[in-house]
């Protein structure tokens, strides 16, 4: 049975981006570009790329185009390494952006979290994480002031797993790791590149530290195509405990 016509323009363009075709800039033709070299319409055009974008091959960015996908971070969430930390040691380049932090009442859900009253005062911290250039998580952080006095004078563009440690002699301890994948809401979505409901992953975290007390909490939206959890549970070499490895790419 022949090929339908999106199967081909997917195969066709995946080839031409392992060739290396677009490879100095990293995107893609236009639309409208893209359409008159396969000579098809722009319906049967974006089901290809939406196609090719499932499978983590391309992104698309709003009002700004098509791009090549760059490998998904690697998570692995029973490690406390910090999210530059992280990405550095897989050999990629991070900035983080400030985008508000002060102190506010305490949502029913954050308070209860952090084992606190609702409406009781807490510091929230927004940032905008991004990975070679790229913008791939909004994460807001919720802590405690009780533990971190004079933190809001600080410079909150770097790790806060090191400041903890620096300033506070603080250090995770423990972690409650929960995951979502679901559609992104408006207020990630814009600060993300990408149109409100597009598919996500939501990161829910609770953490505490060395003495056993919840510091504070951790919502985190990445693209869906940015990330990829691997767990492994168990010990000795990789052959001992392969049969309890778990790879999950989020879809």
């Not at 060739?19 to 070299?37: A, I, K, M, N, V």
């Not at 905008?128 to 909004?138: C, F, K, P, S, W």
């Amino acid at each position: 049975m022949a090929k339908k016509t999106v199967e081909v323009i997917c195969e066709a363009l995946a080839e031409r981006i392992q060739c290396g075709e677009f490879d100095e800039d990293r995107r893609l033709p236009s639309e409208r570009t893209l359409s008159q070299q396969f000579m098809t319409t722009r319906i049967t055009l974006r089901e290809a790329l939406r196609q090719l974008e499932a499978q983590g091959v391309i992104y698309r960015e709003v009002r700004r185009g098509w791009f090549i996908a760059p490998p998904r971070l690697v998570y692995n969430p029973l490690h406390h390494s910090h999210f530059r930390e992280m990405a550095q040691a897989q050999g990629r380049h991070t900035c983080t952006e400030l985008i508000s932090a002060g102190l506010q009442p305490a949502s029913s859900d954050v308070a209860h979290q952090l084992g606190i009253a609702p409406g009781s005062e807490i510091i929230c911290i927004r940032r905008l994480r991004h990975i070679d250039g790229r913008a791939v998580l909004y994460v807001e952080n919720s802590l405690n002031p009780g533990y971190f006095p004079g933190l809001l004078e600080k410079d909150l563009t770097g790790s806060l797993t090191d400041l903890y440690q620096r300033d506070y002699g603080l250090h995770y301890g423990g972690v409650r790791f929960t995951v979502f994948p679901g559609p992104l809401p408006a207020f990630a979505a814009g600060r993300l590149h990408v149109s409100p409901g597009s598919p996500g992953l939501f990161i829910d975290r609770t953490n505490r530290d060395q003495y056993g007390r919840i510091i504070d909490c951790d919502h985190e939206y990445w693209r869906y195509d940015a990330l990829c959890i691997d767990v492994a549970v168990g010990s000795g070499s990789d052959t001992d405990w392969a049969p309890f490895h778990t790879r999950t790419t989020p879809t």
